[in-house]
């Protein structure tokens, strides 16, 4: 079964991109959306049976990989129930993504290419959560970055497609340099990769030193930091986070399955299955806890003043991680998957939600341009208020329980470490925060009235306002010589039913998830659901200590959330106009958090820029003008430059050979005289 789970994926793939040209598109896409089905049926009984049974989970070997001295590396595919949590959350959301992409990009001449690489996306997150050695891991972690690239680059007719692309990469490449580099110090501490061989070693390698750079450095701790940033590339953390919102340049279901289910989660999935080596290492878990709670404010500050619909939502799934990542850090790995498992479903729901409102307004993306859409599609609209009461905590939705025991946890964990107190005011701000610009979305896109002219986007450096949105405005899934080239002209429409489909189940997702599985997750039944997957240490007692906070602290997020809808109420339907207001009125706070704390440029200023003109002086200087000009390009020159000195010999007068002749018998004649006379 898990044979089939993991490979299917990989022969739609291979269907679809090799045989699409020849099977056609309709085939292509029921090929690679039926497997999807299966994997996702499939699934789920093995989550019933290895997280809900008695199955403690098994790792059949497909064969040795590789055997390199004391480096003996096996394929094989472990399943437990941290495995099983990740299989129905990458296929359940896959398949419904792949599901709504025969909707929403059948006006796309590539469906085929689109589909192969919805296939190769999910293989490679499903051979990184069945990893069963770092190595394996690894494979899977490169193969998603791959994955990410063809996705948000789909359509690589844009330059800022392209531009996009190339980002996710780059930025990604440097996490992923981190990450090598703490696989390499692990196999050098453990002369092993295979997780348990590493697990087993790990409590001996307590309190040991490495000496790095003339220094003596815990040598857990720096093996720990090195994965973690490998994390926060793959998860969109602060300093590493700048390529997520690009990635909106890709069709709007890559963006549910990035931002939902595969890629940004493997940070997250990463810390949890390296628990055993993270419990050790009490200092990268502070890091952990301050990087996740910078995150998670950082980027809902971000989100409060986007226009770009996906863009709202994009800083919200780099929030929720930050969220992810304290749970971590204070040591509740579990309310972390929790959290993973729970917004999966509600931050699908929203990106497809917004793909099904991109639809309806032909293409646009601008919230400035939307209004009163609950009248014309009113099933999207409920689909949409769903997941934003589920994003933003409302009691008894399935973010209520996953959300608000990180911030309990944190709370808890806080009385003993002051990295875990900065966790738990951070989260809780972000909460209201949340709350606020989420309503803001739903508000500016299904109430009031649609702008009578349109806003225009303006790509202009002068104009600060609409400078980060080089997304066009527009979702050009159907490249508009296929129709719809009027941006709104026609009235808006509800999405086809094979677009709706997914939204009602993730709906259901979105909102008994969390009720349904809280008590598996990181309630009194953890030790029968988890069995040993998530390692805590003797003294860690979060789960049970976080029940014990005071009352107030466990109602404050529920508290911000309401704040946040009332302020949001308030600026957008009872008093329209008051947002532009508050931007006059604190115009550089708007221009600092538009420009997403100028992250952008600073970063082009200190790196892009440099490794352009070391490029350049490499490039101009050293390959152009010393290799080129000194090797072969300098004797081909010199070899010219005689040769042209030769052809003004050939002047074609007589009188001028004559002379020649002349001066070469004058020559030998003084030549023998002068040799005679010595």
């Known amino acids: 079964m898990i044979y089939a789970i993991v490979f299917l994926p990989l022969v739609g793939f291979l269907i679809a991109g090799a045989l699409g040209p020849w099977i056609g598109v309709r085939a292509s896409e029921l090929v690679t959306t039926g497997f999807l089905m299966i994997c996702a049926v499939l699934s789920w009984i093995v989550f019933f049976d290895v997280a809900l049974g008695h199955d403690h989970g098994y790792a059949p070997i497909i064969g040795n990989w590789m055997t390199v001295g004391d480096l003996k590396v096996d394929w094989a595919l472990r399943v437990d129930t941290l495995t099983a949590v990740m299989l129905v959350v990458v296929n359940t959301v896959s398949s419904l993504v792949h599901l709504y992409s025969i909707g929403y990009m059948h006006e796309d001449p590539d469906r085929p290419r689109f589909f192969a690489y919805l296939s190769l996306f999910t293989f490679a997150m499903l051979m990184l959560v069945t990893a069963n050695n770092l190595v394996q891991m690894f494979f899977g972690w490169e193969g998603v970055g791959l994955a990410s690239y063809l996705l948000i680059g789909f359509w690589y007719q844009k330059p800022s497609a392209n531009a996009a692309a190339i980002k996710a990469f780059v930025v990604n490449r440097v996490g992923d340099f981190g990450f090598a580099l703490g696989i390499f110090l692990v196999f050098q501490l453990t002369k092993s990769l295979g997780f348990e061989e590493v697990f087993a070693a790990v409590p001996g390698l307590a309190g040991k030193t490495i000496h790095v750079f003339g220094m003596d450095v815990d040598a ?64 990268t878990l502070a890091f952990v806890t301050i990087i996740g709670a910078v995150t998670a404010f950082f980027a809902a500050t971000v989100g409060l003043v986007q226009n770009d619909i996906k863009r709202v939502i994009a800083y919200s799934t780099c929030s929720q991680l930050g969220y992810m990542f304290v749970a971590e850090g204070v040591g509740a790995y579990s309310l972390g998957i929790f959290h993973l498992f729970t917004h999966a479903f509600f931050k699908a729901l929203l990106f497809l939600g917004a793909g099904s409102v991109i639809h309806a307004m032909h293409h646009e993306q601008d919230m400035r341009n939307m209004g009163g859409l609950r009248k014309d599609i009113p099933f999207t609209f409920a689909m ?230 070391l490029g350049r002086m490499f490039w101009k200087g050293g390959d152009g003008a010393i290799i080129d000009g000194l090797g072969p390009d300098g004797v081909a020159a010199r070899v010219a430059d005689g040769a042209r000195l030769a052809v003004r010999l050939q002047t074609g007068y007589v009188y001028h050979y004559a002379f020649a002749m002349l001066i070469g018998v004058a020559a030998v004649v003084t030549y023998f005289v002068a040799g005679g006379l010595r």
């Open 384 to 613: 949409m208020t769903i997941g934003t009461l589920a994003l933003t905590g409302f009691p008894y939705t399935s973010g209520y329980f996953s959300k608000d025991g990180i911030i309990e946890a944190a709370f808890a964990a806080g009385e003993h470490h002051t990295t875990a107190m900065i966790g738990f005011v951070a989260t809780v701000v972000a909460a209201g925060l949340t709350s606020y610009y989420s309503w803001r979305l739903v508000f500016m896109t299904f109430f009031g009235h649609r702008a009578a002219h349109p806003v225009a986007v303006n790509h202009s450096h002068d104009e600060p306002a609409t400078a980060d949105e080089h997304s066009h405005g527009h979702d050009d899934h159907a490249h508009d010589d296929h129709g719809h080239d009027d941006h709104g002209h026609h009235a808006p429409h509800e999405s086809p039913l094979v677009m709706l489909i997914p939204l009602a189940v993730l709906a259901v997702g979105a909102l008994a998830a969390g009720y349904v599985f809280e008590p598996d997750f990181a309630g009194h039944a953890y030790a029968e659901f988890w069995k040993g997957a998530i390692f805590t240490g003797a003294h860690n007692e979060i789960l049970h200590e976080m029940h014990a906070i005071p009352a107030w602290a466990g109602y404050a997020p529920t508290v911000m959330m309401v704040l946040g809808f009332l302020v949001s109420l308030y600026v957008y339907v009872l008093r329209p106009g008051t947002a532009q207001a508050i931007a006059r009125t604190f115009p550089r706070l708007y221009q600092f958090l538009l420009n997403k704390w100028y992250f952008d440029e600073l970063y082009d200023f200190l790196f892009v820029r440099p490794a352009f003109a």
């Open 220 to 283: 857990l701790t720096l093996a720990t930091f090195l994965l973690f940033i490998g994390a926060m590339g793959k998860s969109a953390q602060f300093l590493l986070h700048t390529w997520l919102p690009d990635a909106m340049e890709g069709p709007t279901p890559v963006s549910a399955l990035i931002h939902a289910a595969t890629m940004v989660t493997a940070g997250v999935f990463m810390v949890a299955r390296l628990s055993p080596i993270f419990e050790y290492a009490p200092a």
